[in-house]
């Protein structure tokens, strides 16, 4: 049976993606390849004759999110039984069978280093087979792919410079469902680089689960190129671009790296650092390979060799075994390192990792909401620190776009990733300004804009 109706050349994807930066960089290349197959994408999920979606298995309420979503294609599937429906990313790797012998709605099934494989199974899916591709490659970068850009701000791009994790910290599944650290050839990254500042784009956020860890051979003789060295090439030859980087693995966080950010006025002052807990015993258990004293000793580096920098982190409630005094170590690290920002999780086990196997998820769920509660309570309070030291300062402000909130006025970020709203007559998204800060609400700084005459 053939299951397509638009003819070939005609065909239209439609793309959902889930989870992290790295699944919507991902997202772009898998749109650049079907492209290149001769299949366009529609924002519209009715007319769309393939329906994927980059799928996320980092926490249990990211892929039960993703199994509601699939009850509205099943709906979709009845009232256009041709239409073809994908699932890929992280779940699909973990979930191939369920997927398929459960979900009888779907189609093809790809995992994150299959992509190329996608317009083949297109192929066989409809020709009435279920199509699937999950294996894992120690080489695939898409290294020459050139990604559709879908952030449609035309400012702001990703670009993916490695891929996988080789950490194994004992809670994530990333390093099964994305296999094997691998770093992408420097020259295509720097390509890509060029052709998104010749496009005008004016903000590249370099992206890989352990950016520190980067690391290609010198083609020309001995030793190899680390990430500061990237870092430094790409903000000297694009001076107009800012440069940010997430994530960093603060076991592989040098002060060569420290330096090469102070040394450059391009690249943003802002460091994602993942702590996770603020117990060296809880740390030890999730193997992240540093103790409490050694995490701040990176903090207290960061401070001095960059003055004015923010800090932002992860934070990880109710992990195996954690005692009321292990939590109190994490509110009290949070204070030492008074984060500007943070993303707080509640512990889910994820199967097959080295903490559902060696240890037991024994924090009761109700521990695990209160310790939450207590660290967004307590973020709450030191984002608003943060902020208050703003008013009266001016910072150079990268115009993203206009405020969701209020109408006539323009939003963007400082190097410090802080968004500003300022009424932004004269300027529009792409344009550097100077903006005095005059207040500021929980998630936002208020400003007007300066000319550098007032400064
Ligand atoms: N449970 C809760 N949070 C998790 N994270 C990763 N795995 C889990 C898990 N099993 C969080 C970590 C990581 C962020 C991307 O997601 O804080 O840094
Ligand atoms: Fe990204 Fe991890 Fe989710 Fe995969 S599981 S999409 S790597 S956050």
Redesign the pocket.
């Known amino acids: 049976m053939n299951k397509s109706v638009s003819p070939p050349g005609t065909r239209k994807l439609y793309i959902e993606t889930y989870g992290?930066q790295m699944n919507v960089s991902d997202s772009e290349v898998v749109v650049s390849i079907m492209q290149e197959n001769g299949i366009g994408s529609t924002p519209d999920i009715d007319k769309a004759d393939i329906i994927l979606v980059n799928t996320c298995s980092?926490?249990e309420n990211a892929e039960q999110r993703i199994w509601g979503r699939l009850d509205v294609f099943r709906q979709i599937k009845k009232k256009r039984p041709e239409v073809l429906v994908g699932i890929i990313g992280c779940m699909a790797e973990r979930l191939k069978e369920k997927l398929l012998e459960k979900e009888k709605l779907i189609d093809i099934v790809t995992g994150p280093d299959s992509y190329r494989e996608l317009p083949a199974l297109i192929v066989e899916a409809e020709a009435g087979r279920q199509a699937i591709n999950v294996l894992l490659s120690r080489e695939e970068t898409y290294a020459d792919i050139s990604p559709l850009r879908l952030d449609r701000n035309g400012v702001s791009a990703f670009v993916s410079i490695m891929r996988g994790c080789n950490n194994f910290c004992s809670?994530?599944?990333v390093p099964l469902t994305r296999g094997k650290e691998r770093s992408r050839n420097p020259g295509s990254i720097l390509g890509e680089t060029d052709e998104l500042a010749e496009k005008g784009y004016r903000e590249v956020t370099l992206l890989g689960q352990n950016v520190n860890s980067y690391r290609w051979k010198k083609e020309n003789g001995p030793g190899t190129f680390g990430f500061a060295e990237l870092l430094a090439e790409i903000a000297v030859k694009h001076p107009e671009m800012r440069l940010r980087f997430a994530t960093s693995h603060p076991k592989d966080l040098s002060n060569e790296l420290l330096h090469t950010i102070a040394g450059h006025s391009n690249i943003c002052k802002h460091i994602h650092l993942?702590v996770?807990s603020g117990s060296s015993r809880i740390l030890k258990l999730m193997n992240r390979k540093y103790t409490r004293e050694q995490y701040l000793e990176r903090v207290s580096a960061i401070r001095e060799i960059i003055p004015g920098c923010s800090v932002s982190t992860?934070?990880?409630a109710g992990f195996c075994s954690e005692t009321d005094h292990d939590h109190l170590q994490t509110l009290s690290l949070m204070k030492e390192a008074e984060y500007d920002f943070a993303?707080m999780?509640?512990?889910?086990?994820?199967p097959d990792t080295p903490a559902a196997k060696k240890l037991n998820d024994d924090v009761p769920e109700e521990v695990k909401s209160k310790r939450l509660t207590e660290i967004i309570e307590l973020q709450g309070r030191l984002s608003a620190r943060s902020k208050e030291a703003d008013p009266g300062k001016t910072f150079e402000v990268l115009v993203e776009g206009t405020s969701k909130k209020s109408a006539g006025e323009l939003s963007g970020r400082t190097s410090q990733n802080k968004v500003v709203v300022f009424p932004g007559r004269g300027y529009k998204p792409g344009d550097y300004l100077n903006v005095k800060i005059t207040r500021f609400t929980p998630a936002t700084l208020i400003g007007v804009p300066v000319k550098s005459t007032d400064l």
Do not use: A
Not at 345 to 350: N, P, Q, V
């Open positions: 992290c980092i926490r809670y994530c599944v993942p996770q992860d934070i990880i993303y999780f509640k512990y889910s086990e994820r």
